[in-house]
């Protein structure tokens, strides 16, 4: 799997936007990218994910660079909840026989202040 | 709730013990998997079964013997174990374990068995 590169940590404030790096250099045309968060006590859960378009749900939005090379994720308004491990994954689809398999990195842990 | 239970939540054993931890999905998946998470490393990936048959096994040694009778079960048993394999142990399950799914095959977790090895 292609290597993902995130910032150890961040923090923010409540109600202000958060904006979470993600390089991915040695991306490949077939590769989503996905983002997952681990809240404390808990497993991790999804966010969101794309491909090459910018896309938004209920949880955040993803940005990604017109080369692929990069993406952010964007919470609009934080809250004390966002406060998590936020990983940056990318996921092929080459392939009948390879398995849609997520590999973690460290994550970026999120520290959300009052 | 993710509709990805596990049992226990938090499990003490000797290392000459045997003990089976279980994970139940409520989604109608049919890829169960199974990470390990220790202290300050990342999720390491151990298992993969898609459609009852094991896909992947990730060099992982055989005193965890997995298990999955069923699409909607996951079995980890152990024996033997070592005080490096304290872990917190995570179960999920998506649609699909196939790449060609994995534009929108995400993974529900479980919240994990907590698991101290004396």
């Known amino acids: 799997d292609a290597k993902t590169t995130q910032p150890n940590s961040m923090e923010s404030n409540e109600e202000e936007p958060v904006h979470l790096p993600c390089n991915h250099s040695?991306?490949?045309?077939?590769?989503?990218i996905h983002w997952y968060r681990q809240l404390p006590s808990q497993g991790p859960e999804y966010v969101i994910h794309?491909?090459?378009s910018n896309v938004n749900n209920r949880m955040a939005s993803l940005a990604i660079a017109e080369d692929r090379k990069s993406s952010t994720l964007i919470l609009h308004r934080a809250t004390l909840r966002d406060a998590a491990v936020y990983y940056c994954?990318?996921?092929?689809?080459?392939?009948?026989?390879?398995?849609?398999?997520?590999?973690f990195g460290q994550g970026t842990i999120l520290t959300v202040h009052p | 709730e993710t509709g990805v239970t596990q049992t226990p939540r938090h499990l003490v054993m000797g290392m000459t013990n045997k003990k089976s931890l279980k994970c139940e999905q409520h989604l109608g998946h049919n890829a169960m998997y199974w990470y390990k998470q220790s202290a300050k490393k990342p999720l390491e990936l151990m298992f993969v079964?898609?459609?009852?048959?094991?896909?992947e096994n990730n060099s992982v040694p055989s005193r965890f013997s997995p298990e999955c009778p069923n699409s909607s079960h996951l079995f980890l048993h152990l024996h033997t174990l070592q005080p490096e394999d304290s872990a917190l142990y995570l179960c999920?399950?998506?649609?699909?374990?196939?790449?060609?799914?994995?534009?929108?095959?995400?993974?529900?977790f479980g919240p994990g068995t907590r698991l101290t090895v004396l």
């Open positions: 794309g491909l090459t």
């Open positions: 994954i990318l996921r092929g689809t080459a392939g009948g026989t390879s398995y849609g398999k997520l590999t």
């Open positions: 079964y898609n459609f009852k048959e094991q896909t």
């Open positions: 999920a399950s998506s649609r699909s374990a196939l790449a060609g799914f994995s534009s929108y095959n995400e993974q529900f």
């Open positions: 040695t991306i490949s045309g077939t590769d989503y």
